[in-house]
């Protein structure tokens, strides 16, 4: 029995929040989304705090006894874009797509949800909602993480609102864990010319180190290894003394994180001169696809039959804050805004398809 959301305020709510451009590397920036974000769920009666590190914390209806758990939402008001960003990118659409930093990732998902949220008119589900709207996921979660693992063990279920999978009506029902390695390798500078015996090349050592640790993957059961930065050595006529390379990690279960780990840290190079220095691990555990979040996502699949559009589902290799939530409590993920180019130049929602996912998101918080 739900209305229709009203995209026309929706396109209001998001234009507000684009425009606040809020990149992770700024507390004070991400912090003017939070503030409007956090306005917004008071007007609706919500508690709110803010918690250490930046999280904010939005409470509808909570069972002040702890009896009933609740229902918690995941969501960030950082992006991945510089201040500056929207004078290249601005804010435009394009027939059903509206284009913008942010738009997909994920501020079309705290839009949604705040409307989600409106439409209960303040009738919460048993245990209440417990928001938490944290400043850092696209750099790690570091200060947001213990207090999503914290809401997460008293939850009865986690759902993320990060966009579906690019261009698509498909939930996230599992991610691939993600780490990062920095390995430094220390040689010793030399005349490339007249004594190159008395230098150790870091980077002749690093190119082993890239070799060694792509062969590493496992692509066959998800495990992939990516060498993405590379910084090293001063001038040509110079036996480098420093290089370091940055790896990207992903692994589908926790058995490969730990044989990537191992043989990371037991790497060594050939020239023995040449001392390492690693930092980096696992960051997020992988989500794995569990009978929990299928069961969730079988009520999503229902509800949505019912308003008229086709669910799907799928594991991805990104990953988000449900890798936090999903080995401690049932996780759905993607209940954001459809649309696509996640980190990329042509961002973009779909207009046609937002308001379905926002009745969905709704009928879930209404039934679960
Ligand atoms: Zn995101």
């Excluded at 110079?238 to 058995?255: A, G, H, K, N, Q």
């Excluded at 992988?286 to 229902?302: I, K, M, S």
Aim: proline share 6%; with cysteine; charged share 20%.
């Amino acid at each position: 029995m739900s209305a229709q959301p009203d995209l026309t305020a929706m396109l209001a709510d998001l234009h507000t929040l684009v425009g606040i451009e809020s990149p992770s590397s700024d507390p004070v920036a991400v912090s003017r989304v939070m503030d409007v974000v956090e306005g917004w769920a008071r007007d609706l009666g919500a508690t709110t705090r803010a918690l250490p590190g930046g999280t904010r914390s939005l409470q509808f209806g909570l069972d002040a006894s702890g009896a009933e758990r609740p229902l918690l939402i995941l969501m960030h008001a950082d992006t991945v874009w510089p201040t500056g960003t929207l004078e290249r990118m601005p804010w435009r659409h394009d027939g059903d797509r509206l284009y913008g930093p942010g738009t997909y990732d994920m501020k079309g998902g705290i839009v949604g949800t705040v409307h989600a949220l409106r439409a209960l008119h303040g009738e919460w589900p048993r245990g209440g909602i417990h928001v938490l709207l944290s400043p850092d996921e696209e750099i790690g979660s570091v200060t947001s993480r213990p207090h999503i693992e914290a809401a997460a063990q008293g939850a009865r279920a986690a759902l993320v609102v990060e966009p579906p999978v690019a261009d698509s009506h498909a939930l996230k029902t599992g991610r691939k864990g993600t780490g990062g390695y920095w390995l430094t390798l220390h040689g010793i500078a030399s005349h490339a010319g007249n004594r190159p015996a008395d230098g150790a090349s870091a980077i002749t050592a690093a190119a082993e180190a890239v070799l060694a640790i792509h062969a590493l993957a496992r692509p066959e059961v998800g495990t992939t290894i990516s060498a993405g930065v590379i910084h090293g050595g001063s001038a040509m006529n110079v036996i480098p003394e420093t290089c370091t390379v940055e790896f990207d990690v992903r692994v589908s279960t926790l058995d490969e994180a730990q044989r990537v780990d191992d043989a990371v840290r037991a790497w060594a190079p050939t020239d023995t001169r040449v001392r390492t220095t690693l930092t980096g691990g696992l960051n997020r555990p992988p989500f794995e696809q569990g009978e929990a979040t299928l069961a969730l996502y079988a009520r999503a699949r229902d509800l949505a039959r019912d308003l008229g559009f086709t669910l799907e589902h799928e594991s991805v290799g990104g990953g988000s804050d449900g890798n936090f939530t999903a080995p401690i409590t049932p996780t759905l993920d993607g209940l954001g805004a459809p649309g696509d180019g996640a980190h990329a130049a042509h961002e973009h929602i779909r207009l046609d398809r937002w308001p379905d996912h926002v009745r969905l998101l709704t009928r879930l918080l209404r039934t679960l």
